[in-house]
């Protein structure tokens, strides 16, 4: 048998099943219009929040050894409770704010907040608490529970943290150290 020229053997069953062919396109017409319709939103925002979604970076967490110091004075008082205010050196630079709250005759529990610049670190903190004349005493442990900018997700705990307070005058000086993560 001769071939005409321009026939070709073609079966049955891939005619209308082609990317030309009126079938697919019907279809296509319909998934489109179904989708523009809003009868499937989410399948249509699928594609687009993918093909939108900035790509996600991996932030490696770092470990950062803290050595601090502050000289605080004091900003507020109700009964036993002190807040104080100063400037906390060391590591991390910036204003330092402290709640001590003498919770016993020989304990005291603590919230401390550093502000360096555009960030904050937040820790609470337990100690003994001894008086000795003018003078009364603290020492203890602390964990930093919350950070904020540069220290966002920052955690800590069994970091010590000690200090003097004048009785008369409210001035405190802290000391800090430990390690915490990013």
Do not use: C, W
């Amino acid at each position: 048998m001769t071939r005409k020229a321009g026939s070709s053997d073609v079966s049955r069953s891939s005619i209308g099943a082609g990317p030309h062919s009126g079938r697919f396109r019907a279809r296509a017409a319909l998934v489109a219009g179904i989708m523009s319709a809003g009868v499937f939103p989410g399948i249509a925002l699928v594609g687009v929040a993918a093909s939108n979604a900035a790509p996600s970076k991996a932030v490696a967490a770092r470990t950062i050894t803290l050595h601090e110091s502050g000289q605080l004075h004091r900003t507020g008082h109700s009964g036993l409770k002190l807040n104080e205010q100063g400037s906390a050196s060391g590591t991390i630079r910036g204003t330092i704010y402290i709640h001590l709250d003498v919770v016993s005759p020989n304990r005291v529990t603590t919230e401390i907040s550093i502000y360096p610049r555009g960030s904050s670190l937040t820790g609470t903190g337990s100690a003994s608490y001894h008086v000795n004349g003018g003078t009364a005493s603290f020492s203890g442990t602390m964990s930093i529970d919350r950070g904020t900018g540069t220290y966002a997700g920052a955690r800590g705990s069994g970091l010590k943290f000690s200090g003097t307070i004048q009785r008369l005058s409210g001035a405190v000086s802290v000391h800090l150290s430990g390690s915490m993560s990013t």
